[in-house]
């Protein structure tokens, strides 16, 4: 799935999201509204992870939908 599709179902998608980062809350997840970038520094921020690994777990995320 690419992030056109990801950005344009985010609201079925948020409920994957909160499975993989169940530390982000509703509200951040609602903040990034699907939105790459957003999602990987949230990931970032809240699992205090360098910013490569935190794209590496995104992208292996959206591969995996």
Same mark, same amino acid.
């Given at each position: 799935?690419?992030?056109?599709?990801?950005?344009?179902?985010?609201?079925?998608?948020?409920?994957?999201?909160?499975s993989?980062?169940?530390?982000?809350?509703?509200?951040?997840?609602?903040? $990034?509204?699907?939105?790459?970038?957003?999602?990987?520094?949230?990931?970032?921020?809240?699992?205090?992870?360098?910013?490569?690994?935190?794209?590496?777990? $995104?992208?292996?995320?959206?591969?995996?939908?």
């Amino acid at each position: 799935m690419n992030w056109d599709q990801i950005e344009g179902k985010w609201k079925e998608m948020k409920g994957k999201a909160r499975s993989s980062w169940g530390d982000l809350t509703d509200d951040e997840l609602d903040q $990034v509204g699907g939105k790459k970038d957003e999602l990987i520094g949230r990931v970032q921020k809240r699992y205090g992870l360098e910013r490569e690994e935190a794209e590496r777990q $995104v992208d292996d995320w959206a591969k995996g939908l």
